[in-house]
């Protein structure tokens, strides 16, 4: 039987929210989970190293490698964790066919080609599908989505279709992964576990690079689908706690309000509470729709705001208004569902003057919470190709393509001295006004509520005077 193990790098070592790898949430790689639950249903060996929550050292993961001796090894990972992934190739056995997938490898395969000789293949776009091809032992001049060298060549085969129906996917082989080791600073019960209910977003902000993997269609899974997979959470995993990884939850009310009125008639928001952890859309919010989000068990929402500068915002093509955002955030408080706000400094055409407009606004909206992100432009997104024709990308190494480095370019005024600096003045602005403390305080109710609050304001503190 053909075996496949899956690897999931230790990102906290090279990402870490606000500086501080305690701080960093432990996502489960849901990615891996899906692959190795398709490969599983078509009769493969499959396997997890999971690195990153079990903190496991090279010796450790070398070990497991060998112990498993598969014949294939798939890997994923951002730009910022090539040099980990290069590392982890390495520990590798000859014989076995290196595969890599995510934005980084579908957005430069000819670059990791050329300058990472243990990895063989490249899977570009969602992966499920190929990764069963080429587990099956098909010619790779007939898999699509695929890049690999021959003879001295590198060769891109057509881009692999997107999966349509998701639904037809089975749920991911969370059975495979150390349940127990995930978890987010900002939970409110445990254990917690997280979702994916759609995959794609049809807007074109500058700044994105998910529709290189996810494409322009948003395709969505079905309210029963996604109902079907939390119970079987609750039963399987005793999870008090979803953490929706959706960019596009909320684009479609009607579905939204299929899923809450299915909630609501199987009781699951007596049982669970969820939240969602990326921004979702101002513009796409009401007040009706966020009440029956809060009576179906929702009580947060990040908002993908980007920037307090109305200029800023259309330049990005955020295609969003500052009324769409103010509106949100007041309707989030009176529907009773705490907010946090996303900000970027870095935009296309920023300067200190529109980055001091985003830390005033984000001051003047009754967020809950707010983290401030310095603009990394990924590969082959629209912010990455202006750069590289009007500006210049600094040789930084990809380790520092994070949202809490030093910055990676100079563009216009925007460098990345002016970047870090007004980042570390938005935490310290944000946080140490005496309204929001005051605010703080109020909601302290158990000694769980207070070890937080001393922990997230030490790790703030840490991180803007450093």
């Not at 079905?222 to 953490?243: P, R």
């Amino acid at each position: 039987m053909t075996k496949l193990v899956l690897i999931q790098p230790n990102y906290r070592s090279v990402y870490s929210y606000a500086g501080s790898e305690t701080a960093t949430p432990i996502y489960p790689p849901l990615g891996l989970a899906y692959m190795a639950a398709v490969a599983r249903e078509k009769g493969f060996d499959v396997k997890i190293i999971e690195a990153n929550a079990l903190s496991l050292n090279h010796e450790q993961i070398k070990e497991e490698i060998l112990d498993y001796s598969p014949d294939y090894l798939a890997m994923t990972g951002a730009s910022s964790m090539m040099n980990e992934v290069e590392k982890l190739a390495k520990l590798c056995p000859e014989h076995v066919k290196i595969i890599f997938g995510g934005i980084h490898a579908s957005s430069m395969p000819e670059e990791v080609l050329t300058n990472y000789p243990k990895i063989d293949l490249v899977v570009r776009g969602e992966g499920e599908e190929t990764i069963i091809e080429i587990l099956s032992g098909k010619s790779y001049e007939q898999i699509n989505g695929l890049s690999y060298r021959r003879d001295g060549k590198i060769i891109h085969n057509k881009d692999s279709k997107f999966i349509e129906n998701l639904d037809s996917l089975p749920f991911p082989a969370r059975d495979l992964l150390p349940m127990n080791k995930y978890f987010s600073f900002e939970a409110k019960k445990y254990p917690i576990d997280y979702i994916v209910t759609g995959r794609g977003c049809p807007y074109r902000c500058t700044f994105c690079a998910d529709f290189i993997t996810s494409g322009r269609k948003l395709r969505t899974r079905s309210a029963e689908n996604i109902v079907a997979e939390i119970e079987h959470l609750i039963k399987n995993y005793g999870t008090q706690e979803i953490d929706f990884q959706d960019d596009n939850f909320t684009l479609y009310a009607d579905r939204v309000k299929e899923f809450c009125n299915l909630m609501i008639k199987k009781g699951l928001n007596k049982k669970i509470i969820w939240k969602i952890a990326n921004g979702v859309r101002c513009d796409k919010l009401s007040l009706p729709m966020l009440k029956h989000m809060k009576k179906a068990g929702c009580y947060m929402l990040s908002l993908g705001i980007e920037s307090g500068n109305q200029e800023i915002l259309d330049k990005m093509r955020k295609a969003e208004k500052l009324e769409d955002i103010k509106n949100a955030a007041r309707w989030c408080r009176q529907a009773g569902i705490e907010t946090r706000g996303l900000f970027i400094f870095g935009n296309l055409g920023e300067n200190e003057k529109t980055m001091k407009n985003t830390i005033d606004f984000a001051k003047n909206l009754p967020l809950d919470t707010a983290t401030f992100h310095i603009c990394i432009p990924m590969p082959k997104t629209e912010y990455w190709e202006i750069i590289k024709r009007e500006g210049k990308f600094l040789d930084v190494g990809w380790e520092k393509y994070t949202a809490y480095s030093d910055g990676a370019f100079i563009h216009g005024d925007v460098t990345p001295e002016l970047m870090s600096r007004m980042q570390k003045k938005a935490y310290k602005e944000f946080y140490l006004r005496p309204k929001f403390v005051m605010r703080r305080l109020k909601r302290i109710k158990t000694l769980k509520d207070i070890k937080q609050t001393i922990k997230g304001g030490i790790e703030i503190l840490k991180f803007a005077s450093a």
